[in-house]
Structures are given as structure tokens and as C-alpha cells.
């Protein structure tokens, strides 16, 4: 069985790493012409420039991927995994305190291992292309800010999680997933008020000329409730982007400063008709959803597989630690969950796609967001030529040439539809 779990975990890693090779061969050996809405815009020399900097990101992907790959190996198949367990078995008392060690020393592991990378990413990589704002002290602030954050957050979830498992050994699978609902709805109310601004600075859309027309594209949209704001991610990175979040009260579109001062007042309009197409689509409220019936059936079957006492066998074992267990099966989660993500990716591209529809009605065409979207992939450094099989597994957003060249041909649908 053991050898058997192996091979599949080496299997999905080779399709991984297959994966990235197609996209990166594929973007070198593509022929770089671009469609008449990138003219003026993207040169050969941005082409360049975007080529190296996507380079650079799959060389530090990869030598990421590979340690990972490695570590999991070595924990897993090797006895570290049964010896860890005693490890931490023999250093507390107690069902909830050992499980919450069992998890919470690997957590700072996989941070500690992550912090060379994270320093790499900022200082060098993307310090060399331009992007990196930040200084090394705003860093180390974020870092333990984060530390100090996810700490809490693990201790309660993992902590409420373990207390209602021993508490009610028969149906603690229906009381885990109430806990997590109610604490993930908690948390995105609570969020935006409470942890984004220890790290970011959120405040109104500072261009005065932009707020009637801002005021005008919210009442055409019929969306009341909510704000639009901006957020100064230009002190971390110069990347821009913008998004949109919550749901009921606490709903609101955040764009970067960076997108502000890289798009025309028309581009930015655009954009946010598409982020309030998000909105009135329901897409985080579906979202929401879905992912609790998803929750709820996973917790039922953690809690079956939990008591079938089948899971040590796996890896040859005849016992484990019921946090060991939940990391096992976790970890088996994450590998199957390789074989969901083309389904979800072509649901989050569905969805794209209809934001970006509900914008070409509200704003009359897709000329706008098409040029906002092409100066973004220009500022952004955007890989242009991702592999088609890359783009259906992976791509959360439709690839930008296709994206533009359907937006550019966009039609009304007639505004039946909201
Ligand atoms: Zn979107």
C-alpha cells in the first residue's frame, strides 16, 4: 500500500512538473505577434523584458517545488513521520495540547524553510525587475504581523476544532464544519476591519475627477451598499491589481493605487465595472456556498475514514496519533485536489468571463477594459503565451491575448440580463 501511495504522489508530481515545462518551453518557442490591440503597447523589448522576468519566477518555482517535493518524501516514507508523532506524543499531555503541537511545530517548520525563499522572491527577484517597494524593515514587520495573525487564528480554529472532536466523539464531524462556517463568515466580516488594515492602508478613491463617474457606473450597476476604495500596495511591490470582497454590508471593490496611477480614468471605470459584475453576479456568494457543502461533505468523510482505523495502513503503519492522521489525510486531499483544479479553474475563468460581459453592458463596449487590461499586462511584465493545456489547468482568469480579443468584438447583451 505504502508503495502504492508512493507511486501516485510521484506520479501528479511528474504531470506538475511536466506542466510547467510545456509552459515554459512553450513560451520560449512561441512566435511573439500580437494582436493590433497591443500595438503601441507591448514592444519586443517588453516582450523581452516579460520573458526573463517569467523565467526567473519558474527557476525559483521550480527549486521551491523541488524542496517540497523532497521534504514530503523524506517526512512521509522515511520513519520520520511515526517518529515525529512519539516526538510529540512524549512532550505534552492531553488530546488537544498534543494536536495542536503536532501541527503548530510543523507550521513554524514550513515558515522557517519559507523565509530564505520569501527574502529571495522580494529582495532579488523582484527588486531586480523593478517591482520590489519594500524595505527590509516593512518585511520583517509583515512577516511577524502575519506570525502573530496566523497564530491566533491556528490556536482558535485548530484549538475549537480538537476541543468539539473530543468533546463529541459521534457526530463531531456536523459541530467542525458549524464551527468552521460560522468562523470563516466571522472572519470575513471581520477581516476588512480588523486584520487587512494592520497591513494595509485603505482609504477613498483619491481622484476626485473620478467620482461621478464612479457615482454613475454604481447607481447604472444598482449596486448601493458598499465602497470603493483604494489601497496603497504601492508601498510593498509595484504590482497593480484590483479586486472585490464581502458580502452583505461589508461588500466593497478595492483597486491599488498602482492601477490608478497606470490607467486612464475610462481604463479604471472599466475595470471596476467589471469588479461590480462580480458582485451582481453573486460570484463570492456562490463561492461561499459552495465550498460549505464541499466542507461539510469532507468533514463527514475525515470523520469516516478517521474511525475506520484505516488510514496508518497506508504507509505500513499500525498506528497513529489522531493529528497525524488528519495530516495524512489532508495531505491526501491536497493530492487529489490536483485532479479538481481544471474544474475549478475553467469555473473561476466562467465567471471572468461574465464579470467581463456584465462590464461591456454597463459601460456600452470591452474597447476600455481591453486597454486597461493590456497596460496592465504591460506594467505587470505578464507572461503572454502561456500553453493552452497550462492555461485550462491552471488560469483563474482567461489568457489576456484571447481576453482582448474577445472584449474588443464584445457585444451588449441587451440588458435583460443583470
Ligand atoms: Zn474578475
Known sequence: MKLLLLGFYLLVTTA?????????????????????????QIDSERLEKSDAYALAGDKLGLVEDLLGVLLTLLFLFTGLFPWYDRLVAGMAEGFILNGLLFFGLLTLAQLLIGVPFSLYRNFVLEARFGFNRMSFKLWLLDTLKSLLVGGILFALLA????????????????????????????????SPVLIEPLFFKFSPLAKPELEDG?????????????KVLQVDASKRSGHSNAYFTGIGKVKRVVLFDTLLEQLEDN???????????????????????????????????????????????????????FAAQVLLLSWLASLLGFFWTPVSSWWSRRQER?????????????KQLASGLVKLARENLSNLFPHPLYVAIYYSHPALVARVLWLEQGKKTGGSKK
Request: aromatic fraction near 14%.
Open 267 to 321: 481604463e479604471l471605470l472599466a475595470v471596476l465595472a467589471h469588479e461590480l459584475g462580480h458582485w451582481r453576479c453573486g460570484h463570492l456568494r456562490n463561492q461561499l456556498i459552495k465550498s460549505q457543502i464541499v466542507a461539510l461533505a469532507s468533514c463527514w468523510l475525515a470523520f469516516y475514514l478517521l474511525n475506520s482505523g484505516w488510514l496508518p495502513g497506508l504507509l505500513g503503519l499500525s498506528q497513529l496519533s
Open 354 to 366: 461574465q464579470a467581463d460581459q456584465f462590464a461591456i453592458d454597463l459601460v456600452g463596449s470591452g
Open 16 to 40: 506538475r512538473f511536466a506542466l510547467d515545462w510545456l509552459n515554459l518551453h512553450h513560451r520560449q518557442r512561441a512566435e511573439k505577434t500580437l494582436p493590433a490591440a497591443f500595438a503601441g
Open 159 to 190: 484549538g475549537g476544532s480538537l476541543w468539539l472532536v473530543a468533546a463529541a466523539p459521534q457526530s463531531w464531524w456536523l459541530w467542525v464544519w458549524g464551527f468552521w462556517a460560522g468562523m470563516s463568515l466571522f472572519l470575513l466580516y471581520l
Open 214 to 226: 464612479v457615482r454613475e457606473l454604481l447607481s447604472k450597476a444598482g449596486v448601493q451598499a458598499g
